[in-house]
């Protein structure tokens, strides 16, 4: 069972076995684990003005430091803490996300923010 299914059967209350599943729902120790600034520490009020690549590498590296706290703390799921938090860089820094966690095996990776509630629809249901 991936870290992902134990977590969604988790919050179903179905029976898992094995080790119960974890994520952090507040790790600002960013800089300590990984010499980066949490991304809900920065400050992005001129955030519309910067270029597209500029917002780009933003969002990457906010993407990619999500990731490597899960991966280095085995957590089966993300909580965001996203910034900026309009819903379209919201959607944009889960699709990164996803597309940064390696979902070629399929077993994807669960994220939340208590906001927000993204559903990705079971095949065949749309």
């Known amino acids: 069972m991936t870290n992902r299914e134990r977590f969604i059967r988790t919050l179903k209350c179905e029976p898992i076995g094995g080790q119960v599943p974890t994520f952090e729902l507040v790790f600002f120790l960013t800089m ?8 809900s520490h920065r400050f992005y009020e001129q955030w519309n003005q910067m270029s ?18 899960a991966k280095r703390y085995d957590h089966s799921a993300i909580f965001i803490h996203p910034n900026p938090g309009d ?27 208590l906001k927000l509630r993204l559903h990705r629809p079971a095949a065949g249901t749309v």
């Open 32 to 39: 300590e684990a990984f010499g980066k600034v949490h991304p």
């Open 52 to 69: 597209y690549r500029e917002r780009s590498f933003h969002m990457n590296e906010m993407a990619q430091l999500y990731i490597d706290t």
């Open 87 to 113: 819903v379209e860089n919201i959607q944009w820094l889960l699709e990164l996300i996803l597309e940064k966690s390696g979902d070629e095996s399929g077993q994807g990776i669960c994220f939340f923010h």
